[in-house]
């Protein structure tokens, strides 16, 4: 069946967070403990023309969405990525479509600089953000410390970043 990827709608919300809550359980996605508690919080913290989710027929198999990194104007056109997909999906280019369709609009919204934070031990979202151009900006040691899942304690986080080609060049 084709995976089509297409704009995260309030309908899709509770997909999003079960998918969200399965990569949090796993210890290698997120420091965050749980999913936001809505919809509403969801899209506070998103920038919406840029939160997907891949479809399956009418299941929603993954997601990814940008956050803008600061309030201040001068940093408008940089965002963090954040990309998920459920588990029994994973390993059939899910991610890479999602990815792909992430860095088009982005660009079409006037991000110039996307980034990402990835626990140095989850190699494939590393590959993924390769892949689609991002570059290793350095490690940040330490960075925070995970509360729950098998990881817990001190973090150290790889940071990516991809500068567009066409926007702020």
């Known amino acids: 069946m084709a995976v089509l990827v297409e704009a995260m709608t309030a309908a899709d919300w509770p997909a999003v967070s079960d998918i969200y809550r399965e990569g949090i359980a796993t210890g290698n996605a997120t420091f965050a ?13 998103k920038i919406d023309s840029c939160s ?85 900006v350095g490690i940040r040691r330490r960075l925070g410390r995970m509360e729950c899942g098998p990881y817990q304690g001190w973090r150290d986080v790889v940071l990516v970043e991809r500068r567009s080609k066409v926007v702020g060049t």
């Open 52 to 136: 997907l989710v891949a479809r399956e027929g009418e299941r929603v198999v993954g997601w990814a969405a940008l956050s803008p990194v600061s309030g201040r104007d001068c940093y408008t056109g940089v965002a963090e990525v954040s990309v998920y997909v459920l588990q029994e999906a994973q390993g059939r280019g899910i991610g890479f479509l999602l990815l792909g369709e992430l860095v088009r609009r982005s660009e079409a919204e006037g991000i110039w600089t996307l980034q990402g934070t990835i626990f140095p031990e989850n190699q494939v979202s590393l590959r993924l953000h390769y892949r689609h151009g991002f570059r290793k």
């Open 33 to 45: 403990v749980e999913p936001p508690a809505s919809w509403e919080e969801w899209c506070r913290g």
